[in-house]
């Protein structure tokens, strides 16, 4: 059964730092685009980045740019999202997914998602 696990989330202090990770098994996770997304109370979940197959082609939300940088190591089988200066906008529930398709931030192209993992950034 194909499934994604996130992990690494928290409560942080505004300007500091978390790292996510998002673990896949029962299948290979280089054969899929894998996307970070996040969803606060009463918004829209929303694209924050994503990374192709081969690591050659990311892309990030214009509020993550410059702070926020996907990587993969598909020897683990698994995905990560550096967050550094970190804002309290930033709290939301943070979901992997991944898609047979191309490096996109739109969730409807995204097949296969992770149950979330918490990230709040508060004094």
């Known amino acids: 059964q194909l499934q994604l696990v996130e992990s690494g989330g928290g409560l942080v202090q505004p300007g500091g730092s978390l790292r996510l990770s998002c673990a896949a098994s029962?299948?290979?996770?280089?054969?899929?685009?894998i996307g970070w997304f996040r969803q606060a109370p009463g918004k829209e979940r929303e694209g924050v980045s994503c990374?192709?197959?081969?690591?050659?082609?990311?892309r990030y939300a214009d509020s993550v740019k410059g702070r926020f940088t996907i990587s993969r190591d598909n020897a683990k089988n698994t995905v990560y999202l550096q967050m550094n200066s970190l804002k309290p906008e930033d709290t939301a529930l943070y979901y992997c997914?991944?898609?047979?398709?191309?490096?996109?931030?739109?969730?409807?192209?995204?097949?296969?998602w992770g149950q979330g993992t918490q990230v709040t950034v508060s004094s």
């Open positions: 990374i192709s197959r081969s690591s050659d082609s990311t």
């Open positions: 997914a991944a898609t047979q398709g191309f490096c996109n931030l739109d969730r409807r192209w995204y097949n296969y």
């Open positions: 029962g299948f290979t996770l280089d054969r899929y685009v």
